[in-house]
Every structure is written in structure tokens, then in C-alpha cells.
């Protein structure tokens, strides 16, 4: 290998134009004056020097040349998506995950390149473009780009020119150093003369390093939230699962005639609007809401929710099973709405943002708007949060509430407290009250975890006094004030002369000292029964009317009929969809993404373990929500069909 210094004017003025762009990319987006003045100094090294390979060894300088590209090229994603504290939560495993994805990219395009300088620019330009588009999307939703998006990318861009695109330091260190990186391998002509060898060696690695990565990640999930899934996955990995789990199967024994099958069953079940007068319907999910007499004995120094536990007349209570615990707030949220179960998506997924696009947004605001209802939404917290902002104009969402349009001059601990957000669904049934049939669906923020850190604004007044952790009783002092405030919310509404229906549920279980399980219920988070397991994720319900109404106490079901549930206490007709589900909850009374209860077994099963008939129910209950969410082409008009 010779390398020599050769100076010319072109390489000069080049050097010179890096030199400006830095000096623009320090006063523009803030790079350091330490990286304004090495990037021009990096490319006048490597600008101007000439290097000549011995052929002997091309093979050496190839995995050389792709082992770093890859190694810089999957470092440079991370650098540029996430600020240090973020980065540095990045494991090595996980981060070498990251590097056998950029390294697949990199033997891909080797095959078709046979040059190894080649290969390194284009697979570096490629991916870090790719990342730059990610890059934009997160700074225009707060939200990461999924293999999901591309399904309503035509969405995207015809809004794409409201934003202004902008570049932080970060992205233009990016830039610089990826200027840097493409005129250094420019240098370096790497050429295989054994080209089929070469193809050959480069497809068994490639395939090598896809395998490699599946197995690794056969129990790691798509992160969705924000930033997680840079920070947990790495970004080019988190993608990579996310393609993973946009492809659902389809049920055993799924066919268009199953279908059809069905719609002979339920054809004469579109009713008629409802005559008369319509009651509004308000839906309150509360964060993190739970009740832990479900798993063992808590005994506390005052009832934590002595109004709720009071509700008897003109009420239908108990417990809901949910499918996620500590988190994954939208999926208990998509269950009610849509009465679809997160049973058959994959582990993990999110169903707002990796399987919801308009076609299939099917939901009960399809039942309210045939019923001439407003819809109204409210989150006291960022429209962003989950994507709610894109998701909720899909299901048919008239107005929707953000953290904007909240009073945050007092609030509890650091989020908009339960009885704000009350107050604020009552201005909003005040003001159309005579005008409008009202669906208010409102998902509240004050007992959003973690519980560990103190407040002045707050006072944990409730607390164990067989089983004492500061995080519990902090979370059970949140539990009794949302108990208050749901006693003013239905006080108000109990001198209301125009009929109400109200429904209220938790929409997970909070995640707690894991000290605080192994006291509650003798074994922890691990270890447990199915039964024991289920307790984890009940949460309590009720569905109460400021007018004569059926009471009766639930013995269990689940979020993903609890909306069937409400319109039938309503007196609201039902769609064919939820006359099945209204049909399925008496065979299968709960179910969520990890079992069900079998009536037949007197317990809890997983799926494949119950009776014939039971089974029978839930496949079709599966082809149905296949159908419905990805299904396109023969889509049932009769049980999905949009009233919009």
C-alpha cells in the first residue's frame, strides 16, 4: 500500500467550501468552534491524499472497509436521532445489533457493486438519508417513522409543507463528518477479481447476519413511543421489527367465504336509528387506574375509593381484563373503541401506529355518528402522545382536546389533574346541551407513573399500613383524589334533567416496586398461575345512568366489550359487529392478549385449550378482526363499513 500527499487547487477550493459550511453550520445550528475548525482540517487530510492498494490483499481492505463503514454508519444513525443521555442507554449487544443491520445493507449492495468504495458511499448515503427523513419526522409529530407509515405516506406529504425543516448541530456534524467519510473511501479502490466468489461470500453473509438478527430478537418488541425505540433498539433495528410485526397472518382456516358465512348470520342485525331521546355518552379512560384488592390484602389508613365502591343504583360494575400492565396506554384505548383484542397482533405492537390507516378505522364512533352524535376527544397532554393527533381524525373524531386547551396553572404533581379535566367535559356537554347528541371519550393524565419523586404541589395522604412503599402510597393517594374528583364529575351530573350514560375505566394496572407484588399476592411479577397472572391486568369499570337503569355487578369481562356493553345499557342500536361481540361475551365472557375465560374449564385458558364451541367463537371472532384491519381487498362492507 503506497500513500502520498498530492495538493491541487481543486482540492483546495474544496477544502474551502467545507471550511464555509462549517463556519455557517457553527453560527446557523451551533456546532462547536472545536468541530468548525476539524471538519475543514479532516477533508483537507483526506481530500489530498492518494493512497494505492496492493491487489493482493483487496479481500483485507473490503472487510476492513465495510467492517468500519458499518461500524460508523449504524454510530452516526444513533448520534444523529438522539441526544447523549439517550445514547448512552444503548446497550452493546443491542448496538452490535444495530451494526449486523447496517452490515446486511452494506454486503447487499457489495453484491451488485463488486467495488468496495462504492458500496461504503452508497450504503452509508442511503442509510443516513433514510435516518434524515426519520430525523424530520420525529421533529414534525414527535413520534419515530415505522415500517407502518408508509401505508398512509401519501397522508404525510401532502402535509409536509406546513413544517419547516430545520438542522441542529447534531444533523450538521452528521453531514460534515459523512462529507469526511465519502471523500476518504473515494481514496480507496477495492476491486474482487473473483467476482462470483465474491457475490457468493457477500450472500452467505448477508444471510448469515438477517438470521442472526431474527433469532437475537425473537422476544424483542417494535418500541413506538416517542424516542424508545432508538434508545431501547436503536433506530435501524427498531425499523427492521417494525416490518417484522406489520405482517400479521391470517387465522387458520380464514377464507372469504368464512366471512360471507358470517354476514348471513348478522345481515338483519342493522338496526334502525334510535327513536326518542338520546342520552350523551361520556367515556372516561383513567390513566393507570386500578384496584389492588384484586391480587391480595392492601390495607390502607382510608378507603381509597369509597365513592366508587358506593355506586350501586342505576349502575353495572366490576372488572376489566386489559392486555398491557404499566403501559401501552393506546391499546386499551383501540380495545374499547373498536372491540377488537390485542390477541391477535403481535407482542408489543401498537395498533394506533403500526396497523391503523383511514380504510379500517372501524370503531364505535361509527355506531354514534349513524346515531347523529357529535365525537368529541380529550387528552389532557401532547396530541402527538401515541399519534393520537393522526389516529383520531381516522376514527371519526368531530373535535379533540389537547393539553393546550386545558387550565395547567394548577397542576397535580406535573400532569393536568382528574378533576381539571372533568371540569373540562363538563363545560363542553354545558355548551351543546339542547343542540348536539354528545360522544365525549376522555383519556385523563394525573396518575401517569413513575411515582418516586416528591412534590411540593402534592400530599401523599394515603398510604398502607400492612404494606408501606412511598411509590404505592403515592400512587394510592392519586387514586383517592381521581375518586373525588369522579364524585363531583357525577354529582354534577346526577341534577342533570337530559339523560346521561357515563363509563368509566382503568386502562392499565401501574407498575410499582416489584417489592410491593411479592407482599401483595406472595410470589412477585414471576412465578404465577394463569389466574394469578390475569390479576395483574384487571381494572375496575362502571357504566353509570343519571336516569333508571339495569344494576348489576359484572363478574368479569374485558376492555374489548365494554363499549358493546355501554351501548346496550344506553339503548343504542348495535352494528352487526358488536351484535357478534354482544353474542361472543356470552360464550367467552373476558379474554385479552395473553388468555381467556373458559366457561367450560371454570378458569382461565390460553388460546388453542378451550372447548369446540368456545374455539369456534374465538377463530371467528380472529377472522373478523383480521378482516376488518388487513383484509383490504375483501373487507366486509356489512360489519366495517364507514358511517362517517
Known amino acids: 500500500m503506497r500513500i502520498r500527499m498530492n495538493i491541487t487547487k481543486r482540492n483546495m477550493i474544496c477544502v474551502a467550501a467545507v471550511a464555509v459550511i462549517s463556519f455557517l453550520a457553527h453560527i446557523l445550528s451551533g456546532i462547536s468552534v472545536f468541530n468548525m475548525v476539524l471538519f475543514p482540517v479532516l477533508y483537507f487530510a483526506v481530500k489530498n491524499v492518494e493512497i494505492e492498494l496492493n491487489e493482493k490483499y483487496h479481500w483485507f481492505f473490503l472487510i476492513g472497509a465495510m467492517g468500519a463503514g458499518s461500524i460508523l454508519t449504524a454510530w452516526l444513525i444513533q448520534y444523529l436521532l438522539l441526544v447523549e443521555d439517550l445514547r448512552l442507554r444503548l446497550s452493546n449487544r443491542t448496538f452490535f445489533l444495530n451494526i449486523c443491520c447496517v452490515l446486511f445493507v452494506y454486503l447487499l449492495v457489495q453484491i451488485f457493486t463488486n467495488r468496495g468504495e462504492l458500496t461504503c458511499m452508497i450504503s452509508h448515503i442511503m442509510l443516513l438519508v433514510f435516518a434524515g427523513i426519520n430525523y424530520f419526522v420525529y421533529d414534525f409529530r414527535g413520534n419515530e417513522l415505522t415500517f407502518g407509515d408508509f401505508k398512509s405516506v401519501s397522508t404525510g406529504l401532502s402535509v409536509a409543507s406546513n413544517y419547516r425543516f430545520t438542522l441542529n448541530a ?13 471523500a476518504g473511501v473515494r481514496k480507496v479502490k477495492i476491486h474482487c477479481k473473483k467476482v462470483w466468489l465474491m457475490r457468493a461470500v457477500c450472500f452467505f453473509l448477508a444471510v448469515y447476519a438477517f438470521v442472526y438478527v431474527a433469532s437475537e430478537t425473537r422476544n424483542t418488541v417494535t418500541e413506538t413511543w416517542e424516542q424508545k425505540g432508538s434508545y431501547q433498539n436503536g433506530y435501524l433495528l427498531n425499523f427492521v421489527l417494525s416490518i417484522r410485526d406489520s405482517f400479521v397472518q391470517k387465522p387458520e382456516g380464514y377464507s372469504e367465504k368464512r366471512i360471507r358465512s358470517l354476514e348471513n348470520v348478522y345481515e338483519d342485525d342493522t338496526k334502525t ?22 391480587m391480595g390484602d392492601l390495607k390502607t389508613n382510608q378507603d381509597v375509593m369509597p365513592f366508587i365502591d358506593s355506586l350501586t343504583e342505576n349502575t353495572i360494575k366490576g372488572y376489566a381484563l386489559s392486555s398491557v400492565f404499566g403501559a401501552k396506554t393506546p391499546n386499551s384505548e383501540w380495545e374499547f373503541l373498536t372491540g377488537n383484542s390485542m390477541a391477535y397482533l403481535p407482542p408489543g405492537s401498537v395498533a394506533y401506529q403500526q396497523y391503523l390507516v383511514e380504510e379500517n378505522a372501524y370503531s364505535i364512533l361509527d355506531t354514534m355518528k349513524k346515531e347523529d352524535y357529535t365525537c368529541v376527544a380529550m387528552h389532557p397532554y401532547y396530541e402527538t402522545g401515541w399519534s393520537r393527533d393522526q389516529v383520531y381524525p381516522m376514527l371519526g373524531f368531530d373535535e379533540m382536546y389537547f393539553l393546550d386547551d386545558f387550565d395547567q396553572s394548577q397542576p397535580m404533581r406535573k400532569y393536568v389533574s382528574d378533576a381539571v379535566m372533568f371540569d373540562k367535559i363538563i363545560q363542553r356537554y354545558e355548551a351543546g346541551k339542547g343542540k348536539e347528541n354528545l360522544f365525549l371519550m376522555g383519556i385523563t393524565m394525573q396518575n401517569h407513573g413513575g411515582y418516586r419523586d416528591s412534590y411540593d404541589n402534592f400530599e401523599t395522604d394515603v398510604y398502607g399500613t400492612n404494606i408501606f412503599y412511598s411509590d404505592v402510597n403515592q400512587y394510592l393517594s392519586l387514586a383517592h383524589q381521581t375518586d373525588l374528583a369522579v364524585k363531583d364529575l357525577i354529582s354534577y351530573f346526577s341534577n342533570v334533567k337530559e339523560p346521561v350514560i357515563l363509563c368509566f ?20 411479577l414471576s412465578g404465577l398461575t394463569l389466574a394469578e397472572l390475569e390479576e395483574l391486568y384487571e381494572v375496575p369499570f362502571f357504566i353509570w345512568t343519571n336516569y333508571e337503569s339495569e344494576s348489576k355487578t359484572v363478574e368479569r369481562t374485558s ?3 365494554l363499549s358493546t356493553m355501554l351501548l346496550e345499557q344506553a339503548g343504542l342500536p348495535l352494528s352487526p359487529y358488536q351484535s357478534f361481540l354482544s353474542d361472543l361475551m356470552q360464550e367467552v365472557p373476558a379474554m385479552n392478549a395473553r388468555a381467556y375465560y373458559s366457561k367450560d374449564r371454570r378458569r382461565y385458558v390460553h388460546y388453542g385449550e378451550g372447548s369446540k364451541e368456545e374455539e369456534t367463537w374465538i377463530n371467528q371472532y380472529r377472522s373478523l378482526q383480521y378482516n376488518g384491519l388487513f383484509d383490504d381487498k375483501n373487507r366486509s362492507e356489512l360489519f366495517f363499513g364507514h358511517n362517517k
Open 273 to 294: 336509528p334510535m327513536q326518542g331521546e338520546k342520552p350523551a355518552v361520556i367515556v372516561i379512560m383513567d390513566e393507570s387506574f386500578a384496584d389492588f384488592r384484586v
Open 559 to 561: 376492555l374489548n366489550f
Open 170 to 182: 447534531q444533523a450538521m456534524n452528521t453531514i460534515l463528518l459523512t462529507v469526511v467519510f465519502i
Open 505 to 524: 375505566f382503568g386502562d392499565h394496572q401501574p407498575s410499582l416496586n416489584t417489592a410491593f407484588y411479592r407482599r401483595l399476592n406472595g410470589k412477585g
